[in-house]
Each structure stands twice: as structure tokens, then as C-alpha cells.
């Protein structure tokens, strides 16, 4: 595991975005695991500034998204799926939808969902880039704390402090969902590089835990010691405090 000090949160989402268009570049059939949340706003918005200038053909490009909130999916605002059609997705007209994989949360057989997520996952694998972020609980994807090594795309319950982090996207508290359909840590391991980014003081801590070398299911995120390349890039505001 490299940790990169990138300064800013500007610098470090650049750097993200260049080495995913890289990737394109070098392979226009790339996979990409795609993550969502205020860590990749800026992430996004930078590639899609570089995709442009480089008039990328994204045709052959297949996309794996984390995660969705269970009974949200396409046309609802606080989705993923809208999340990612906003930031990214709708900024260029050669993305292939057919090869674009964001779970629905608003399906009637979840089972069948998540089995099929799983199998497109296998035959458009392995992700060649996965972007991650990290929770305050050291959550990637939405694995909470306890999820298992072993587990692969399924339905979670989302903790407090997670349904915390997440308050601020809905207007109404009883709106907040407290399940979603997120990737498993064995399929996130499925990937030939992992990029995790965080910034500022409230993913300190996450990230001083995972750099400390503790494995347990109790920290989902400490899963990566066992991925043999993994970048965590992170800003002064955590920098400065790693013992490293």
C-alpha cells in the first residue's frame, strides 16, 4: 500500500483523473469501478474536462458502480444512478449505456439483480481502476464495519454514523434509506488497482486506523493491505498526522 500526499483536494482529484484517462488511452476497453460521494465530485469533474480535451471515444469503456440505495435507482435525484448520469455520464455522448452497470435499488427480485450485477462483473472484468473513498467508519463501498472479507455484491444495512453522513443529501430524515445494494470486498479485491482518496479532518481518523496495519473486519478498508497495488491519496489535512 503507497500513501500519497497530494496537498489539496484539487491536486489529488487531477491526479485520479489522469490516471484513468491514462488508462483509456493505453486501453480503450478499460473497466473502471466507479465510487460516488463529495470525495468524487471533483475527481469527475476533472475527468471529464480531460476526456474532452483528448476526444476520447468512451464506446468500449464498461463501468461498475459501488453501490446504490435499496428502493432508488434511475429518476429518483438523490439515487447514484443520478449521481452519476450528472457528474459524469451526461458530459459526453460516446459512453456505451449498454456497458454503464449502477445497481437498482428499485427492482422487485433483488436476488436477481445481484446476480446479475455479479455475472456482468465476472464476464467485464476485472476492473482495471477502481476509484474508492472512505467512510468516517472506515466503510468502502457501503461494507459497514463487521462486513465480511468474503462477501460479494449483496443488501446492507447502513450504520448510524453512515446514515449521519448521509443526512445532508436529504431533505427530509425519513427519506434517508437504511439499506443499499454495495459491491462486496471480494469483489472490490477483484481489481488490478485501487485508487482510495481522502481529504480533510473528518477521514482522519479512517485513514490513520488503515495506515496503522490493523486487518479486521471491524475496519472493511483494511481489507487492502492484502491487494498487492493500492494507492491511498490523501491531502495535508491527513498527511500531517500519519505516523509513517
Known amino acids: 500500500m503507497k500513501i500519497i500526499n ?3 483536494e484539487r491536486l489529488a482529484s487531477e491526479y485520479a483523473a489522469i490516471e ?3 488508462a483509456i488511452i493505453n486501453k480503450p476497453t478499460t473497466t473502471l469501478g466507479l465510487a460516488t460521494g463529495n470525495t468524487m465530485i471533483n475527481v469527475y469533474h476533472e475527468l471529464v474536462k480531460l476526456i474532452n480535451l ?3 471515444n ?5 463501468t461498475f458502480n459501488l453501490d ?3 428502493k432508488l435507482g434511475k429518476g429518483d435525484k438523490e439515487s447514484y444512478h443520478s449521481y452519476m448520469y450528472r457528474y459524469l ?4 455522448e460516446t459512453w456505451n449505456k449498454d456497458n454503464i452497470h449502477i445497481p437498482n435499488g428499485k427492482v422487485r427480485d433483488i436476488t436477481e439483480e445481484i446476480k446479475n450485477y455479479e455475472t456482468h462483473l465476472s464476464q467485464d472484468g476485472p476492473v482495471d481502476i477502481q476509484l474508492l473513498g472512505i467512510g468516517e467508519n472506515g466503510h468502502i463501498g457501503f461494507n459497514e464495519p463487521g462486513a465480511s472479507f468474503d462477501s460479494t455484491t449483496r443488501v446492507v444495512n447502513l450504520t448510524k454514523s453512515t446514515l449521519n ?3 445532508q443529501h436529504f431533505n427530509n430524515e425519513a427519506d434517508i ?6 459491491m462486496g470486498l471480494k469483489s472490490i479485491m477483484s481489481a488490478q488497482r485501487i485508487i482510495l482518496l481522502a481529504f480533510g479532518e473528518k477521514k482522519r481518523e479512517a485513514i490513520q486506523r488503515l495506515v496503522e496495519g490493523e486487518i479486521s473486519e471491524d475496519l472493511p478498508a483494511s481489507i487492502l493491505h492484502h491487494h498487492p497495488d493500492v494507492e491511498v491519496v490523501v491531502d495535508d489535512e491527513i498527511y500531517k498526522y500519519l505516523n509513517i
Open 165 to 167: 453522513a448521509n443526512r
Open 68 to 70: 446504490e440505495y435499496m
Open 89 to 92: 455520464f451526461d458530459h459526453n
Open 177 to 182: 434509506p437504511t439499506q443499499a445494494i454495495s
Open 6 to 8: 497530494l496537498g489539496a
Open 58 to 62: 468512451l464506446s468500449s469503456v464498461h
Open 20 to 22: 484513468i484517462v491514462k
Open 54 to 56: 483528448n476526444q476520447l
